[in-house]
């Protein structure tokens, strides 16, 4: 048989190596994608299971500080400067940055661009919505309303022994506005009409959930929905922002688990539950920016 010069050869090798990259540059994203959604999803499904069958006083799994609140609060007795008051600060600051980002790079002439578009501004307008949560559940603090029985209190319990019907209404409108923010922001090509419905019926399932459990129960709606609408999506439409966006979800997924069992070892020397609300816009932002980077260099470049 004849033999193939060595140039030949290279050259053969080079041009294989070349298809193969390109072919794996557009699997990549998607399977990268599919992976990180799964990952979360299995994590976060596991850590509302574990939450609702075993964060109970005296858990051999879930530390008691993060028991007696649902969340793991530092400085509890010092007005507005405990975890949720923190976490209200902070979100503000966060999501004004990240808006700031999103106007001077928003615009980029890409269909995958646009999603990351999306993805950016309601994600961040809904953390909005999640940081001003967290200042009202501050309130509570400062009125002494946050005790052990309020927190194994149910929100329809809650509601039946409110006196003042006023507060109530303010109580609903006030849940049912924090879930449109949430589910607008995970779902944001769905018509504002289906979010308002969704967002009244999850509410509605909520007030039978004790108010310790409520993130468990935040955490496994908004799971359900960011990663059922994201991997039913396309598989052409599974591009670098698709990715970029589905990592976000693992380390959010992961620092629940280290806020409910290390409280006092870990979580209360960053902050406690101020970690995971960090955490959200930062990770949003870096997701955004290299999603930008992604499509707004020259396609000459990026095959280089």
Same mark, same amino acid.
């Given at each position: 048989?004849?033999?193939?010069?060595?140039?030949?050869?290279?050259?053969?090798?080079?041009?294989?190596?070349?298809?193969?990259? &390109? &072919?794996?540059?557009?699997?990549?994203?998607? &399977?990268?994608?599919?992976?990180?959604?799964?990952?979360?999803?299995?994590?976060?499904?596991?850590?509302?299971?574990? +939450?609702?069958?075993?964060?109970?006083?005296?858990? &051999?799994?879930?530390? =008691?500080?993060?028991?007696?609140?649902?969340?793991?609060?530092?400085?509890?007795?010092?007005?507005?400067?405990?975890?949720?008051?923190?976490?209200? @600060?902070? =979100?503000?600051?966060?999501?004004?940055?990240?808006?700031?980002?999103?106007?001077?790079?928003?615009?980029?002439?890409?269909?995958?661009?646009?999603?990351?578009?999306?993805?950016?501004?309601?994600?961040?307008?809904?953390?909005?919505?999640?940081?001003?949560?967290?200042?009202?559940?501050?309130?509570?603090?400062?009125?002494?309303? =946050?005790?052990?029985?309020?927190?194994?209190?149910?929100?329809?319990?809650?509601?039946?022994?409110?006196?003042?019907?006023?507060?109530?209404?303010?109580?609903?409108?006030?849940?049912?506005?924090?879930?449109?923010?949430?589910?607008?922001?995970?779902?944001?090509?769905?018509?504002?009409?289906?979010?308002?419905?969704?967002?009244?019926?999850?509410?509605?399932?909520?007030?039978?959930?004790?108010?310790?459990?409520?993130?468990?129960?935040?955490?496994?709606?908004? +799971?359900?929905?960011?990663?059922?609408?994201?991997?039913?999506?396309?598989?052409?439409?599974?591009? /670098?922002?698709?990715?970029?966006?589905?990592? +976000?979800?693992?380390?959010?997924?992961?620092?629940?688990?280290?806020?409910?069992?290390?409280?006092?070892?870990?979580?209360?020397?960053?902050?406690?539950?101020?970690? /995971? =609300?960090?955490?959200?816009?930062?990770?949003?932002?870096?997701?955004?920016?290299?999603?930008?980077?992604? @499509?707004? +260099?020259?396609?000459?470049?990026?095959?280089?």
């Amino acid at each position: 048989s004849a033999v193939i010069p060595r140039h030949e050869a290279f050259r053969v090798q080079q041009a294989s190596l070349h298809r193969i990259i &390109k &072919k794996m540059r557009i699997q990549s994203p998607n &399977k990268l994608g599919n992976a990180c959604h799964a990952i979360s999803s299995a994590s976060t499904l596991a850590y509302t299971a574990a +939450t609702f069958f075993f964060a109970k006083p005296g858990s &051999k799994l879930f530390d =008691d500080e993060w028991v007696q609140h649902g969340f793991c609060v530092i400085q509890q007795d010092i007005p507005y400067w405990n975890t949720h008051d923190l976490c209200l @600060y902070f =979100d503000v600051i966060l999501v004004a940055l990240g808006l700031l980002v999103y106007r001077s790079l928003r615009g980029v002439p890409t269909p995958e661009m646009k999603y990351a578009d999306e993805m950016m501004l309601f994600n961040m307008l809904g953390h909005l919505g999640h940081g001003i949560a967290h200042g009202f559940i501050g309130a509570t603090f400062r009125s002494g309303s =946050d005790g052990m029985g309020a927190q194994n209190t149910t929100g329809m319990e809650r509601l039946a022994m409110e006196e003042d019907q006023m507060e109530n209404v303010k109580y609903v409108l006030i849940g049912i506005g924090f879930w449109i923010g949430l589910l607008k922001g995970v779902v944001p090509k769905a018509p504002i009409g289906k979010v308002a419905i969704s967002a009244i019926i999850v509410y509605i399932g909520g007030l039978f959930v004790s108010n310790v459990l409520g993130f468990a129960y935040v955490q496994a709606v908004i +799971t359900v929905a960011f990663a059922s609408t994201q991997l039913t999506r396309l598989k052409e439409e599974k591009e /670098f922002a698709y990715a970029a966006f589905a990592i +976000t979800s693992v380390p959010l997924s992961i620092i629940p688990w280290i806020e409910s069992t290390s409280c006092k070892d870990v979580a209360s020397k960053f902050g406690g539950h101020l970690m /995971f =609300d960090v955490a959200i816009p930062i990770l949003l932002t870096a997701a955004y920016y290299f999603s930008w980077r992604h @499509y707004s +260099t020259p396609n000459k470049d990026k095959e280089a």
